[in-house]
């Protein structure tokens, strides 16, 4: 037992809609409405945004949790570090939590870098000593030196990245939990904090890592849990738990469909159908040729109009650098055509050109909002999908290409002097 | 460096049912945390401002002078019967101070909750150091405002007293007060945001229903009207002020009526706050 820094039983998380996402806030007139109601009994119900998550993780572990957006990650990690209750279920922490929950929370932009340290070390739980103590070692690590004493407002974001991850990461709590601080900063500073993390983790500290970045958690982790809609589906050495995400619910033949109960009830009026890769004869395919076109459609549908809606997807890397983002739209000619996109059922359908990727695998995402005025559904993972580069330019040499593009260029050489 | 297992704190996770205890010690044990949040409530409030702290001296002074030129000189108030009603300026700015200290902590504590909501959300530390910190951030104002009342004193020629040692409790007093409302206001707010449009309007009233401008005297004396007026504590605070520079009409029975009314806010006040605290990250 004692060589346990965590242990959870039955964890869940109960949320009553419309609490979700800040989506909007209640007002002492709704509750007055609804007091008046039967019982009280609000509507719209509750969900489990985690439900009967049981595991245990030995001091020094460094464990990975992967997972969809929305599948409960946030929450569970929201859970351990004592910022929410569970709703059931118990669970006992041996150690202090340091979380690394989102880079620079409590940094204050009028305070200079310097006074940020402090306060946002005493809000990471550091006593002033301690901060004292590490000081020129956090700066050094954050590589903002000269401008230490530069309100934060004027970092670029960059600099802002690194001295809050600096900060965090001489916390030296027993449990680190890290949640997708990799996805920005430059690829220096992302080898700067992995390498960081390890050197946590030989400390005998446990690390729980949350990350999109398969990559990074084959890199940083031995086992890895898998986490869908609320439950715990699999722990297993790393690369079986990845093997397994990157194969659940995408490849079905290059389609992602949902069902009404993955669809949060926010999206309404709009609801996802499905989002599919296209090859040649238009079947559903999981892999496309990068010198041939291939389409990609979002179905869906409208229970009520819509003004100005823009259906789009997002193009990734697996290691979740954005390539592209494209909406139907776009173009404002069409988008002028429609202003309001009545109730019904729909598909919107492009043609991703030849010549444009290179071979590897790709996340789509897709995102349905009207610009400036809601968002209505975004799964940023929707669908992978590999694209393979047969016949591709250069393919005479068999080196990896640098770069998401493998784009064909009229190349002309000229001789100017001979 | 390895950790052994009987080093470190155990904490347990599970559904928090009912009341929940205060735990106080877990406060004292972030007690930086809440001298550092106050720091920066301080030091951000006046950046970028020419004036500076200079804010802090300014807004009372002006106070003090529109409301002698209104309420004394136009509307003909009185100060307290014995004090001389040339000295109603010290007489206005004595009760001035703590009601602006009292009025800028309750307005920054009801709002501090949803004002720190990226930091409810994302880390732990015992949730009263928000209202708490917001609550003393006001203090330094006080300390500046305060220097003026003591060039007042010397100007009009108002005796220093050992009574004038009686305003760090009263002080306190007032600073409590604030807190006590504020506690229970900041975490309706989370909930509600109502509180945030009632607070103004909350703190104007309030100086309206406290003896800033006019002297206690206006009160009836018989019947019930001077307790039911006390039940507002800072008819005792500032009644106190006053008795430590001028030395009349000591606040006894008043004063004791606004601990009372204090005390019963505040630990009301903490308990609320700390029954709805498990609910502030997920309302937020």
């Known amino acids: 037992m004692s060589d346990l820094a965590i242990r959870v039983e039955n964890l869940g998380k109960q949320y009553r809609i419309g609490t979700l996402n800040n989506q909007r806030y209640q007002t002492l007139r709704d509750s007055l409405s609804t007091l008046f109601q039967r019982n009280g009994s609000t509507p719209g119900g509750r969900i489990w945004a985690l439900k009967d998550v049981s595991f245990e993780v030995a001091q020094g572990t460094v464990l990975g949790i992967v997972g969809r957006n929305g599948a409960g990650k946030s929450t569970l990690l929201k859970i351990l570090s004592r910022v929410t209750d569970p709703t059931e279920g118990i669970g006992e922490i041996r150690g202090r939590v340091g979380s690394l929950l989102e880079v620079g929370t409590g940094f204050h932009p009028e305070l200079t870098g310097r006074e940020n340290i402090f306060l946002n070390g005493a809000i990471l739980g550091m006593q002033r000593a301690e901060i004292q103590r590490k000081f020129d070692e956090i700066v050094d690590f954050s590589e903002v030196g000269q401008f230490i004493d530069t309100p934060v407002k004027r970092y670029s974001s960059g600099m802002y990245l690194r001295l809050a991850f600096a900060v965090a990461a001489h916390l030296e709590p027993e449990i680190l939990v890290v949640d997708e601080v990799l996805a920005v900063g430059d690829a220096e500073f992302q080898r700067k904090c992995l390498g960081k993390m390890s050197d946590v983790a030989q400390q005998g500290r446990t690390v729980l890592f949350v990350s999109h970045n398969m990559s990074a958690i084959l890199r940083l982790t031995t086992e890895t ?96 650098e954005y390539i592209f983002t494209s909406f139907d739209t776009d173009d404002p000619a069409r988008f002028e055509r429609y202003p309001v996109r009545p109730a ?75 | 460096m390895t950790i052994r297992a009987d080093q470190v704190p155990v904490t347990y996770l599970r559904p928090s049912k009912g009341w929940i205890p205060l735990n106080l010690a877990d406060l004292w044990a972030y007690r930086e945390l809440v001298y550092f949040l106050t720091w920066r409530d301080i ?29 004394a000189k ?48 994302k880390v732990y530390f015992p949730r009263l150091i928000i209202p708490f910190s917001a609550a003393a951030a006001g203090l330094v104002d006080f300390f500046f405002a305060f220097l003026v009342l003591g060039g007042l004193m010397l100007y009009f020629q108002v005796a220093f007293t050992w009574k004038l040692l009686w305003l760090i409790p009263l002080v306190l007093l ?29 703190i104007q009233a309030w100086m309206y229903a406290s003896p800033v401008a006019y002297s206690l005297d206006v009160i009836p004396a018989s019947g019930p009207w001077r307790v039911i007026y006390a039940l507002n504590p800072m008819a005792g605070v500032i009644q106190g002020f006053r008795w430590a520079l001028f030395g009349l009409n000591p606040p006894d029975r008043i004063l004791w009526i606004s601990i009372g009314v204090v005390v019963v806010l505040l630990v009301s006040g903490l308990y609320y706050f700390r029954h709805m605290e498990r609910t502030f990250a997920d309302m937020v």
């Open chain 2, 43 to 71: 030091k951000v409030r006046y950046k970028q401002a020419a004036l500076g702290i200079g804010w802090a001296i300014l807004q009372p002074v002006l106070h003090m002078v529109i409301f002698t030129v209104i309420f």
């Open chain 1, 225 to 320: 849990l898998v986490i869908e809609k609320g439950r715990l589906k699999l722990r297993a050495p790393t690369p079986e738990a990845v093997d397994y995400y990157l194969s659940q619910g995408f490849s079905q033949e290059g389609q992602r469909t949902w069902d009404a109960d993955e669809v949060p009830p926010e999206a309404a009026p709009f609801r996802p159908l499905a989002v599919r890769i296209l090859g040649p004869g238009c079947r559903a395919c999981d892999s496309v040729r990068s010198t041939e076109p291939f389409q990609v459609e979002v179905e869906y549908c409208l229970s009520a109009p819509i003004t100005g809606l823009r259906v789009g997807i997002y193009l990734m890397s697996t290691r979740g």
């Open chain 2, 74 to 121: 136009l509307a003909g108030l009185k100060p307290d019967a014995g004090i001389p009603e040339a000295l109603y300026p010290v007489f206005s700015f004595a009760a001035l101070l703590p009601m602006q200290l009292f009025q800028g902590a309750l307005q920054r504590a009801s709002i501090s909750l949803v004002q720190n909501s990226n930091l409810l959300t």
């Open chain 1, 344 to 418: 019904g059922r729909y598909v919107s359908r492009c043609t991703i050109p030849a010549d444009l990727l290179n071979e590897g695998r790709y996340t789509l995402g897709i995102n349905a909002s009207s610009y400036r005025v809601r968002r209505y559904f975004q799964d940023e993972q929707a669908l992978n999908f590999t694209v393979d580069a047969t016949g591709a330019p250069g393919m005479q040499w068999p080196e990896p290409r640098l770069g998401p593009t493998r784009p064909r260029l009229d190349w002309k050489i000229e001789v100017i002097d001979s």
């Open chain 2, 174 to 202: 007032a600073l409590l007060a604030a807190l006590a409302v504020g506690l229970w206001l900041a975490a309706l707010n989370v909930q509600y945001r109502d509180v945030q449009q009632m607070v103004p309007f909350l």
